[in-house]
């Protein structure tokens, strides 16, 4: 896996095209190793975004059936798990997240997206790549995560997440003569 910042330029090139409005980062975590389009509203402050890449480990994410890794794998997600900004983005049928697998489900074939409203990667897609091929520089990894973001663009997600932002409370002015 990437041990130098190079190795992430293939698929930091494949994901461009689709990183308006984001900070990109190049990431080897262990578990999944790729890069992240992401906006955030400061350190330890909620995030939202896009990850594209590879899973190597799937312990982190027991909800994953199926797994073999290493996969492709795309995931938008919400950061933290729980919190009020999340509520808008994911809860309920007419949610961003929820409008976007309805609509991907049926032409996201045959490796749908799959919908995980309680996980922090709340819409993943994810594939099985042949032996030798999971690599950042493999063509059909690239292909794949430059597919699933023309589709997450497709079905307005990530005009959703370049949009986001969060809602910082302002206490209102002391009151005169206090």
Not at 17 to 44: Q, T
Request: hydrophobic share 40%.
């Amino acid at each position: 896996m990437p041990r130098d910042p190079s190795e992430f330029l293939p698929l930091e090139r494949a994901v461009a095209p689709f990183a308006e409005g984001f900070k990109i980062k190049s990431e080897n975590d262990g578990s999944l190793c790729g890069v992240y389009l992401r906006r955030s509203a400061g350190s330890r402050k909620p995030e939202v975004g896009v990850f594209a890449g590879l899973l190597l480990d799937a312990t982190p994410f027991p909800h994953y059936e199926r797994v073999r890794a290493p996969e492709a794998i795309v995931v938008a997600y919400v950061k933290p798990a729980k919190g009020a900004h999340r509520k808008p983005l994911i809860e309920g049928e007419e949610s961003p997240f929820a409008s976007a697998h309805a609509t991907l489900l049926p032409i996201a074939s045959p490796e749908p997206f799959e919908f995980f409203p309680k996980e922090i990667g709340a819409l993943v897609r994810r594939r099985r790549l042949p032996d030798g091929a999971d690599t950042l520089v493999d063509r059909r990894l690239l292909e794949f995560c430059r597919g699933s973001l023309a589709l997450l663009g497709q079905s307005g997600l990530l005009d959703v997440l370049r949009q986001w932002t969060v809602e910082v409370p302002i206490a209102p002015p002391p009151a005169a003569g206090a």
